[in-house]
């Protein structure tokens, strides 16, 4: 049965808005509401399973991809789980797999709203429309006569 071990319903905040504190609930199951919809705010679900590959099972079977964390003394474990896992973010021994702005934020299947992610070079690319440039600037000649366009493949010299 679950178990709510930290309630944040109570917290006081000024201000308007809908806010909740910092909420913990334990023994949660894949066939309940709060593990099936996806939560955003200090909410933390624990699913217990008895085995690694449960584990990378229930991660890779749930239609949401945000992101998940593993923490471990095996570094053997991390690769695997890192390899093996189906979601955008993963941490290791970090507890919130959320990276720096200059990396893409985001997760995968339903966890992805749109065709790209907002931050990181993802981001750009969708707010900027790229230009490649390629040009060659040889030696100026001193004799007129030498200016002339050359039709060979430009080389670094």
């Known amino acids: 049965m679950v178990q ?3 309630d944040g319903r109570g917290l006081d ?3 308007d808005g809908f806010w909740v504190g910092p909420t913990l609930f334990d023994k949660v199951t894949p066939e309940m ?3 099936t919809d996806e939560i ?3 909410v933390l ?3 217990r399973v008895d085995t690694f590959e449960q584990a990378v099972g229930l991660i890779n079977a749930n239609r949401y ?6 923490f471990t003394t ?3 474990a991390a690769r695997t789980f890192q390899r093996e896992v189906e979601v955008g973010m993963i941490s290791v021994n970090v507890p919130i797999p959320v990276p720096m702005a200059f990396y893409s934020f985001g997760g995968w299947k339903d966890s992805l709203f749109g065709d790209h992610h907002i931050h990181g070079p993802e981001g750009m690319r969708f707010y900027t429309r790229g230009k490649a440039i ?3 600037w040889p030696k100026e000649a001193t004799d007129p006569a030498q200016h002339r366009g050359h039709m060979h493949f430009p080389t670094a010299v």
């Open 65 to 70: 991809a945000n992101g998940t964390a593993i």
């Open 134 to 136: 390629t040009s060659r």
């Open 40 to 42: 955003f705010g200090p």
């Open 33 to 35: 509401a709060i593990y």
């Open 45 to 47: 679900c624990v699913v």
């Open 74 to 76: 095996s570094g053997q």
């Open 13 to 15: 905040r000024d201000g």
């Open 4 to 6: 709510q071990r930290v």
